[in-house]
């Protein structure tokens, strides 16, 4: 078991901080947060409470900062695969950012992506899978 931990620990240490890119949805209001799949393929969907839902291929890391109102939970899907979901009461976004792919050159053309993506209310997906920060308030 300790090694296990020995090389997980390594691979935390290895991944260097990301670029971000903020997302203007601080303020909102938060119906939950969920993480869904496995080590190879797992999604991040944020609900807010207007019924919009922006889903999100997890590339890298998902930090989720909380408040004391928040709750966690995990729940087994299937075989090999978790559900994570946050969420609580009168629950709001404080910060929302993504990471700014490494391998990609063309700055502006993503960021336009990710701007027309949140104005259709996250309808289409986001075609990138990255690393998100979440910040939630009550």
């Known amino acids: 078991m300790t090694g296990y931990i020995r090389t997980i620990r390594q691979a935390i240490r290895e991944n260097p901080e990301p670029t971000w890119m903020d997302l203007p949805l601080a303020g909102e209001r938060l119906s939950e947060i969920v993480l869904f799949g496995h080590g190879k393929d797992a999604d991040v969907m944020v609900e807010l409470l207007d019924g919009r839902r922006f889903v999100l291929g997890l590339g890298g890391m998902l930090r989720v900062r909380g408040c ?48 027309e993506w949140l104005a259709t209310g996250g309808t289409e997906d986001l075609t990138w899978c990255v690393s998100m920060e979440i910040g939630v308030t009550a």
């Open 68 to 115: 004391p109102a928040m709750r966690s939970e995990v729940i087994r899907w299937d075989d090999r695969s978790l559900i994570i979901r946050y969420r609580g009461d009168s629950l709001k976004i404080a910060t929302f950012r993504i990471e700014i792919p490494s391998w990609n050159h063309d700055l502006e053309t993503f960021q336009a992506m990710v701007r």
